[in-house]
């Protein structure tokens, strides 16, 4: 079954040092998201990635975050100088076309700030 | 702002009975509504989708949706202690070609043996 993959599974990484999070998602999938989780909070929407562009963001992704689609199958988050306030589980979603297609979950990462 | 609510439980039920998971949103034109289960430290596992108003069956599970009302419900029948974790209600927005899911903090269920 497709499945959506992500590593590294668990990042620690030093305050103001920059990270990159990746994504494989579902191979026929045509949107792609990042979504974060902090430790017992929602889950909240960071961005979705449509034709090679950014389709939306929120007000948590901010210049500090950046998308990347570098080869056909790759899909990388960058936090360029992470605070302790990144620390939480990114999760990597995919959806195929249509209005009402669901989304499918990588395993996430978990990122912890020092 | 856009919300989904949900109550944080924890509801607990005995193996074999059904367990009652109940959403709200404050979304009038939102178009679609997913129940994702999510075990401790786990991510967020698709359950079932729905997009019209009334039931919809899959198996144990049941997703109920009423629009007028702006609810959503989970109804999960014969309940087994592999059903405990918590359970997400996530929404699809209305606006353009809007595709985030706007989630609820999740209802934390316990199936007891």
């Known amino acids: 079954e497709p499945e959506v993959t992500q590593t590294p599974s668990h990042q620690v990484t030093q305050m103001g040092q920059e990270v990159i999070l990746r994504c494989v998602p579902i191979s026929n999938h045509l949107y792609f998201y990042w979504y974060r989780q902090i430790l017992g909070q929602k889950v909240e929407f960071l961005v979705s990635?449509?034709?090679?562009?950014?389709?939306?963001k929120s007000e948590i992704f901010d210049d500090q975050f950046s998308v990347e689609r570098p080869d056909g199958s790759n899909f990388t988050l960058k936090i360029r100088s992470t605070k302790l306030e990144d620390s939480a589980m990114y999760f990597c979603?995919?959806?195929?076309?249509?209005?009402?297609?669901?989304?499918?979950f990588g395993q996430g990462t978990r990122l912890t700030v020092v | 702002q856009k919300e989904v609510e949900q109550n944080s439980g924890p509801l607990s039920v005995p193996e074999g009975a059904i367990a009652s998971l109940n959403c709200t949103y404050s979304?009038?034109?939102?178009?679609?509504f997913f129940w994702y289960r999510q075990y401790s430290g786990k991510s967020p596992e698709l359950i079932m989708f729905?997009?019209s108003n009334g039931d919809k069956e899959d198996g144990r599970f049941t997703a109920q949706l009423n629009k007028a009302s702006q609810y959503v419900s989970l109804l999960i029948r014969d309940s087994q202690p592999s059903d405990s974790a918590t359970y997400l209600c996530?929404?699809?927005?209305?606006?353009?070609?809007?595709?985030?899911?706007?989630w609820g903090l999740g209802t934390s269920l316990a199936v007891n043996p």
């Open positions: 729905i997009y």
């Open positions: 979304d009038r034109g939102s178009q679609s």
């Open positions: 996530a929404v699809r927005g209305s606006a353009g070609n809007n595709r985030k899911l706007i």
């Open positions: 990635f449509y034709n090679n562009e950014i389709s939306e």
């Open positions: 979603a995919s959806s195929g076309q249509g209005t009402s297609t669901e989304a499918f």
